[in-house]
């Protein structure tokens, strides 16, 4: 069975602190694609990053980090000094081509207070 | 740039009437899919289409007929509307088999009383 599964449901932190975002997926397919999006109140669904299977690098933009670990079928977002502005829902997203879909995890609300 | 174009944003229902949600995208692309997003479940398929005149059943197809007559366009229809397909849908497109970028329109909210 093809399933993500983000934990936290919602997370509160304050501004400038640093948070992460779990994730973990299930999958048999040996070639897949892991996604993020972020779902701001505005209500749009932003990409943010796309891991293939076959590539365990970690990622780093700006504050955005993520960490893939194939050994613990997980892909992890970290946000480092966290802004108000990185209040959304986050989501984690699995595509396996086998079947052509795109799976998604429950959603993680994650809220910066000032 | 439009990209991925929904219409209505915003539509309240009675129960038993019927409405298609229209999605349009300019991109060329050959794949297309529906989506609804319900509180802590996530984004859930409800039908996609991997080109003109092919359609096929997501995860949540009950209540929902589709149809792919041009590339452009993939209208979801709900025939007898019901409280329980109170939602926010989503429609999205990509190019390709091999490509899994996945463009997203804005989302309609739907409310069925």
């Known amino acids: 069975a093809q399933k993500v599964t983000q934990a936290q449901t919602e997370i509160s932190v304050v501004e400038k602190e640093d948070v992460t975002l779990d994730c973990v997926y299930e999958?048999?397919?040996?070639?897949?694609?892991l996604f993020w999006y972020k779902q701001p109140p505005s209500g749009e669904l932003v990409f943010l990053i796309r891991?293939?299977?076959?590539?365990?690098q970690n990622e780093i933009s700006g504050r955005y980090s993520w960490n893939f670990q194939k050994s613990t079928s997980s892909f992890n977002f970290t946000i480092t000094a966290s802004q108000v502005v990185d209040s959304a829902v986050y989501f984690c997203?699995?595509?396996?081509?086998?079947?052509?879909?795109?799976?998604f995890g429950q959603g993680t609300r994650l809220t910066i207070n000032p | 740039n439009a990209g991925v174009t929904q219409t209505p944003k915003f539509q309240v229902l009675k129960t038993g009437q019927s409405m298609t949600l229209q999605c349009a995208q300019d991109?060329?692309?050959?794949?297309m899919s529906w989506y609804r997003q319900d509180p802590g479940m996530g984004l859930r398929l409800i039908h996609y289409?991997?080109?003109?005149?092919?359609?096929d059943q997501g995860e949540v197809p009950n209540g929902y007929n589709v149809s792919r007559s041009t590339t452009e366009d993939f209208p979801l229809r709900l025939l007898s509307a019901a409280p329980s397909q109170t939602s926010v849908y989503f429609c999205?497109?990509?190019?390709?088999?091999?490509?899994?970028?996945?463009?997203f329109g804005q989302g309609t909210r739907l409310t069925v009383v």
């Open positions: 991109m060329n692309h050959e794949y």
């Open positions: 289409s991997v080109g003109a005149g092919i359609t």
């Open positions: 997203a699995l595509f396996f081509q086998g079947a052509q879909k795109l799976v």
């Open positions: 999205a497109s990509r190019n390709g088999w091999m490509n899994t970028e996945a463009f």
């Open positions: 891991r293939n299977s076959f590539d365990e």
């Open positions: 999958t048999r397919d040996t070639t897949y694609y």
